[in-house]
T-cell receptor
Framework: ETGVTQSPTHLIKTRGQQVTLRCSSQ?????VSWYQQALGQGPQFIFQ???????GRGNFPPRFSGLQFPNYSSELNVNALELDDSALYLC??????????????FGEGSRLTVL | AQRVTQPEKLLSVFKGAPVELKCNYS??????LFWYVQYSRQRLQLLLR?????SIKGFTADLNKGETSFHLKKPFAQEEDSAMYYC?????????????WGLGTSLAVNP
């Protein structure tokens, strides 16, 4: 069983740039969620993808966007980077069936630093 | 507003002592609550969820709807329990099940 993998693990960008983070979901999972975790904070829900469509969104501006591919992998794109976007970005996959999303399995995260 | 509160950022106990990590929530509806744990240099992982009513690694947590709490307890702490613990609430809107997280409690179990 392959776990959730994220890339890159670390990256540095400057304000105004754009970034793409990638996530491969765990084998057999059909749902991907993205979370932002600032230093000293709990994770904050960005959005969730199910069947290649956004399936719920947290309180994040439109410059945060994503994709889910037919193989259930996913991308998180952030445009016009701001200093406050510096954080650990976590991807979590799960298997959604009916009313139960099930346990979230997390990747190790991508640490983004915006200078 | 939906919210999860973990009042202690850091909890330090000695090995063999009982430990209780507090979690209070605010949610209008029937909550589903979780404890996730992150050991040093490892990824976040599920410790337990209230609907399963399991005991994992000696930890238990009971949902108290009257007190809106879901405290995590273990009668005898072990050094390997040292980790960051997050309480999370599942918020359901249709088939979107996002988790709302507390700030986390860092548990240090001293020898």
């Amino acid at each position: 069983e392959t776990g959730v993998t994220q890339s890159p693990t670390h990256l540095i960008k400057t304000r105004g740039q754009q970034v793409t983070l990638r996530c491969s979901s765990q084998s057999g999972h059909n749902t991907v969620s993205w979370y932002q975790q600032a230093l000293g904070q709990g994770p904050q829900f960005i959005f969730q993808y199910y069947r290649e469509e956004e399936n719920g969104r947290g309180n994040f501006p439109p410059r945060f966007s994503g994709l889910q591919f037919p193989n259930y992998s996913s991308e998180l794109n952030v445009n016009a980077l701001e200093l406050d976007d510096s954080a650990l970005y976590l991807c979590a996959s799960s298997f959604y069936l009916g009313s139960d999303t099930g346990e979230l399995f997390f990747g190790e995260g991508s640490r983004l630093t915006v200078l | 507003a939906q919210r999860v509160t973990q009042p202690e950022k850091l909890l330090s106990v000695f090995k063999g002592a009982p430990v209780e990590l507090k979690c209070n929530y605010s949610y209008s509806g029937s909550p589903e609550l979780f404890w996730y744990v992150q050991y040093s240099r490892q990824r976040l992982q599920l410790l337990l969820r209230h609907i399963s009513r399991e005991s994992i690694k000696g930890f238990t947590a009971d949902l108290n709807k009257g007190e809106t709490s879901f405290h995590l307890k273990k009668p005898f702490a072990q050094e390997e329990d040292s980790a960051m613990y997050y309480c999370a609430l599942s918020s359901n809107a249709g088939n979107n099940r996002k988790l709302i997280w507390g700030l986390g409690t860092s548990l240090a179990v001293n020898p």
